[in-house]
């Protein structure tokens, strides 16, 4: 029997590029029925404030078949897009793709080519990415060596939200991570099963520009480092031995000055700064783990949809 693969696809304000890029991935998409693979599009419009919902609503009825439509009632993000498209996908196997090319769509028989060889998490590694700034490559780098030395598993360096898997993870997805606060990618390398990677050179944008501020970028860091390491509350630990060690350093030197103290209040501002501002971040690392406890406890939904189109049965969670 012919095969199905769910391609999903997050938009938001894509209205330049988005007609290119179903264009374009639909021309991949149709060879790989020579494999024995048909394909749906899950195009998941994620509040957009252009025309994106009512171009992705037109390519539903156009090619009712092929094109499937979610439209959420506001931008809940990139993150609640793509879990939207897990809740809803039918097929046997399913590839996540950013709408803006840089993802490309000539992978998809190397995704289907590893489904077939029996794996089941198909990672893609970005090797290049040409648009990237100096900035954000040091800053990207930095992040995958932070969070691989203090978490308890290894997150692919590079890996980016263009990654495949089959339907038996997507059920253990579903059902088993439903943080409000999340991390998608680091939950697909996390659930086991056999993986494979796949390098891929990242294109230039269709059009627009990317959607992540400076700022969008540090939460999703800290998000990230919270949902897989508890490193950063011990934090306190180790404050607290590196002061009493800065405290015996400062005790010897008393004993052993002529004048028995130091003339010190030069020192003691120092200290005292040095103690408040360990304080401080403690502080504030506590509170950022007891905001994520407090989003899990309210237990609102992850996504809310205004409209769907051309789905069989409603059988996704919220």
């Known amino acids: 029997m012919m095969k199905l693969l769910s391609i999903v696809v997050s938009a938001y304000n894509e209205e330049a590029g988005i007609n290119e890029f179903y264009r374009v991935t639909r021309e991949y998409a149709k060879y790989l ?18 025309a994106t919902g009512e171009i992705l609503l037109e390519l539903s009825e156009k090619d009712p078949e092929h ?3 979610i439209s959420f009632s506001r931008n809940f993000g990139h993150e609640a897009a793509m879990i939207a498209g897990l809740d809803y996908a039918e097929g046997d196997g399913m590839v996540f793709m950013d709408a803006d090319l840089q993802h490309p769509p000539e992978n998809l028989e190397k995704i289907i080519d590893a489904f077939d060889s029996g794996f089941k998490v198909v990672s893609m590694v970005r ?16 992040f995958y060596w932070f969070i691989n030395k203090v978490s308890d598993i290894y997150l692919e360096p590079n890996a ?11 059920d253990i997805l579903k059902k088993n991570y439903r ?11 996390n659930v086991g099963f056999r993986k494979t990677t796949i390098e891929y050179e990242a294109a230039p944008r269709v059009a627009g520009s990317s959607h992540y501020s400076i700022k969008k970028l540090f939460t999703f860091a800290m998000n990230t480092i919270m949902c897989f390491s508890n490193v950063p509350l011990k934090l306190g630990i180790f404050a607290g031995f590196f002061s ?22 030069a020192t003691i501002v120092v ?19 007891i905001a994520v406890l407090f989003e899990e406890l309210k237990d609102r939904p992850l996504y809310i949809i205004e409209d769907m189109k051309n789905f069989d049965k409603e059988n996704g969670l919220s």
Not at 179 to 189: I, P, S
Request: hydrophobic share 45%; glycine share 12%; with cysteine.
């Open 244 to 265: 009493g060690f800065l405290g015996m350093v400062l005790l010897i030197y008393t004993l052993c000055t002529h004048d028995g103290a130091p003339s010190g209040y």
């Open 160 to 170: 980016s939200d263009f990654f495949a898997i089959t339907r038996s993870v997507q």
């Open 33 to 50: 029925r020579d494999k024995n693979w048909d394909y749906e599009f899950i195009f998941v419009n994620d509040g957009s404030k252009d």
């Open 67 to 69: 094109v499937k439509f």
């Open 127 to 142: 090797t290049r990415n040409e648009t990237a700034g100096i900035i954000k490559k040091i800053t990207s780098g930095g």
């Open 271 to 289: 200290l005292l700064c040095f103690m408040f501002a360990v304080l401080f971040i403690v502080i504030g690392i506590i509170g950022e783990y």
């Open 179 to 189: 943080e409000k606060v999340r991390f998608l990618r680091g939950y697909v390398q």
